[in-house]
Every structure is written in C-alpha cells, then in structure tokens.
C-alpha cells in the first residue's frame, strides 16, 4: 500500500513532464502525458490526430504521425 504523498518513479515522471509543459504555456492532459512518457521511454512513434501531442513531440523529440494531416 502506498503512503499517502509517497509518489512512485512514474508519478514523479508525468508530474515533471506537466510542470515542462506548463512552464512553456501548454497545459496538456494527464492521459496525453502518459501516453507520450510511454513512447519517449520505449522508442516508438505517436500516431494521432490531437494538438496536445504535436506539441508533446516537438518538446519532448518524439517522432508523432498525424493521421489525418498526411
């Protein structure tokens, strides 16, 4: 069970991607986040049509296909 305030590894991760976020002026939905920590951590490409991660991929050097744009 875990402490009240105790935060595991990727609840540190997703708050500090918000906080990067905020700090530039966007503010992005937890799910994206979480979403895009996933695909920074294990290489692979965001496949979307959403604002959030074109803006997620250009800050974070994510490779993101907009499927309806191309």
């Known amino acids: 069970m875990k402490k009240a305030g105790v935060k595991t590894k ?3 991760i997703v708050t500090a991607l918000k906080d990067y976020m905020r700090r530039k002026g966007i503010t992005v939905p937890t799910v994206d986040i979480i979403i ?21 991929a250009k800050h974070l050097h994510i490779s993101a296909v907009d499927y309806i744009d191309n």
């Open 36 to 56: 895009a920590a996933a695909a920074k951590i294990y290489n692979c490409s965001l496949l979307h049509h959403d604002k959030y991660f074109r803006a997620l």
């Open 10 to 12: 990727k609840d540190a």
